[in-house]
C-alpha cells in the first residue's frame, strides 16, 4: 500500500510539474511552433528523459532506496512525459501532410533522450 501512495504522490507531483513547465513555455520567449505544433511536449519529453537518467545516475551513486526510485521514476517521471501526446502530435503533422516536421520531429524526440540516456548509463 505505502508503494501505491508513493506512486500517487509523485504521479501528481509530475503532472503538476509538466503543467507548470508547459504553461512556462507557452508565456514566455522559449515556446516553439511549427505549422501550428507546439514542440513544447517534446522539449518536456526530452527534460524528462535528462532527469530520468540523471536519477539513475544520481540513484546509483547514492544507493537511492525502492521506495524513492517508485516515487520519482514511477510516479513524477511517468506523470511528467507523455507519449500518448507526442504520438498525437506526430500523427497531427503526418495527417497535415507535414511530413518533413514529422520526420524530424519523431527523429529529435528519440535520438536525443536516447543519446542522453545512453550518456548516464555510461557512468553507471
Not at 505544433?37 to 530520468?52: A, D, E, Q, Y
Amino acid at each position: 500500500m505505502n508503494n501505491i501512495i508513493l506512486i500517487i504522490i509523485g504521479g501528481g507531483l509530475g503532472a503538476l510539474a509538466r503543467y507548470g513547465c508547459r504553461e512556462l513555455l507557452e508565456s514566455s520567449q522559449l515556446s516553439f511552433t511549427f505549422n501550428h505544433v507546439s514542440l513544447n511536449t517534446m522539449i518536456i519529453n526530452i527534460l524528462g528523459s535528462c532527469l530520468f537518467g540523471l536519477f539513475l545516475y544520481m540513484g546509483k551513486m547514492l544507493n537511492l532506496s525502492d521506495s524513492i526510485k517508485l516515487l520519482f521514476l514511477t510516479g513524477f517521471i511517468s506523470s511528467f512525459t507523455t507519449y500518448s501526446t507526442f504520438v498525437y502530435e506526430v500523427s497531427d503533422l503526418i495527417h497535415n501532410k507535414n511530413i518533413l516536421y514529422a520526420g524530424s520531429y519523431l527523429i529529435l524526440s528519440i535520438a536525443i533522450p536516447v543519446f542522453i540516456m545512453l550518456l548516464f548509463l555510461s557512468k553507471i
